[in-house]
Nanobody, 117 residues
Framework: QVQLVESGGGLVQPGGSLRLSCAAS????????MGWYRQAPGKQRELVAS???????NYANFVKGRCTISRDNAKNTVYLQMNSLKPDDTAVYYC???????????WGQGTQVTVSS
């Protein structure tokens, strides 16, 4: 079983930055694809960024150039550095772990990010 615990969300002004962290329990982390998703009120959950076990990164178009996803396998932690934040970035941000076996898919509880002046 895997537990994912996100942290780092909060209230930030437009143009500001936040760094989200997600710590994973268990032994799957280093071989898993890690992702950050977000869900705004009334909208579907959407992928923000993902990183494979070998470090290949994928970003949604709406965050390209503003966000960086990274991982530390020694700490079982994935990060999302978000810069130049906009009000449209306001959402609950969720961490996801996709393991190598079918059905190994886990979600964190989410962390709120609010961008407002």
């Amino acid at each position: 079983q895997v537990q994912l615990v996100e942290s780092g969300g909060g209230l930030v002004q437009p143009g500001g930055s936040l760094r989200l962290s997600c710590a994973a329990s268990g032994s799957m982390f280093s071989t898993s694809v890690m992702g950050w998703y977000r869900q705004a009120p009334g909208k579907q959950r959407e992928l923000v960024a993902s990183i494979t076990s070998d470090g290949s990164r994928n970003y949604a178009n709406f965050v390209k150039g503003r966000c960086t996803i990274s991982r530390d396998n020694a700490k079982n932690t994935v990060y999302l550095q978000m810069n130049s934040l906009k009000p449209d970035d306001t959402a609950v941000y969720y961490c996801n772990l996709q393991g190598v076996r079918f059905g190994d898919n886990y979600w964190g509880q989410g962390t709120q990010v609010t961008v407002s002046s």
